[in-house]
């Protein structure tokens, strides 16, 4: 069974910042590309940022790149998602996701299908 355990949502103001963890075993953090998605109310869900296996190839959506930095720390079996300048946008549920095969969408690594997701930590920005 494959759990992964998100925190670090909340509320912040435009251009705040916020980071959120997902904690998850150690088989499964060497094992699976990890990741995050969004999804926000009536909307499809948005693949925001990847991680490989290796720790390496990484993948951002082009609307937070420069902004959000995915990060990991393999003493903690844990995946970060550094979020700052948050804007409006932003405001969804943010998912951990997880999948040992690394499935990609034109090359880039898509969290959005990744077969394995955690409960979910809210994210809303206000102005």
């Known amino acids: 069974q494959v759990q992964l355990v998100e925190s670090g949502g909340g509320s912040v103001q435009a251009g705040g910042s916020l980071r959120l963890s997902c904690a998850t075993s150690?088989?499964?953090?060497?094992?699976?590309?990890m990741g995050w998605f969004r999804q926000a109310p009536g909307k499809g869900r948005e693949g925001v940022a990847a991680?490989?296996?290796?720790?390496?190839?990484?993948y951002y959506t082009d609307s937070v790149k420069g902004r959000f930095t995915i990060s990991q720390d393999n003493a903690k079996n844990t995946v970060y998602l550094q979020m700052n300048s948050l804007k409006l946008e932003d405001t969804a549920m943010y998912y951990c996701?997880?999948?040992?095969?690394?499935?990609?969408?034109?090359?880039?690594?898509?969290?959005?299908?990744?077969?394995?997701r955690g409960q979910g930590t809210q994210v809303t920005v206000s102005s």
């Open positions: 996701a997880a999948d040992p095969g690394c499935p990609t969408i034109n090359g880039w690594l898509s969290p959005q299908i990744f077969h394995y």
């Open positions: 150690s088989y499964t953090y060497r094992s699976n590309c």
């Open positions: 991680i490989d296996t290796a720790g390496v190839g990484t």
